[in-house]
Every structure is written in C-alpha cells, then in structure tokens.
C-alpha cells in the first residue's frame, strides 16, 4: 500500500499552516492544520507533529490492540498540546493549532 499527502496553500493566504506525518510502519498518519491568519500557526502545527515523529522514532512494537493505539494517540494529543500551550506562554506571538485524530 502506498501513502501520500498534500497540502495546498489555498487562494486566500501566502503560506501553508499545514503540518503531517505519514509513518506506514505502524499505518499512523498525523495532520495538523494551523489556523491561517493567526501568528505561528505553522510552528504550532509542526510542534504537534513532531511530538508524534519523536515517539514514532522511539516506538518499537507494531502488534497493539486498537484500544491501547487509541490511548497512545490520546496521549501523544495532550503532550502536543502541552509543547504548544509551553511553547505559547513563552513566545506569545507562537500559537494556533487544530487537531485531528481518528
């Protein structure tokens, strides 16, 4: 099976806020949208995506039950979500993120 992605600036802003990762060794993709017109909403989505290519990168099993995946992702939303929110309160002028998970 082959994975791709692409993002598309759109017609209304001059750069993309737009952030994935495609890891089809555990089949996890990522996206994270910034929220275009806000200051920093391509740092605060490539903060997201990172925090999921750091635990990618140290990950090692492949054989978990859905339940224990959903948890993970869980809890890798709430550590992106942390790095940004610190990262934020740090540099005010560095936020605006969405994220989606399924």
Sequence with gaps: ???V???DVGKR???????YLIDD??????????MGGH??????SQL???VFREWTESFSSTDLSISKKANIINQLVVAANTRIYTESKAHP???HTYALKS
């Design 1 to 3: 099976m082959k994975f």
């Design 5 to 7: 992605a692409q993002t």
């Design 13 to 19: 802003r001059s750069h993309n806020e737009d952030c």
């Design 25 to 34: 060794k555990i089949s996890l993709f990522v996206i994270a949208d910034g």
């Design 39 to 44: 200051n920093a909403g391509n740092i605060a």
């Design 48 to 50: 997201a995506v990172d």
């Design 93 to 95: 002028n560095r936020q």
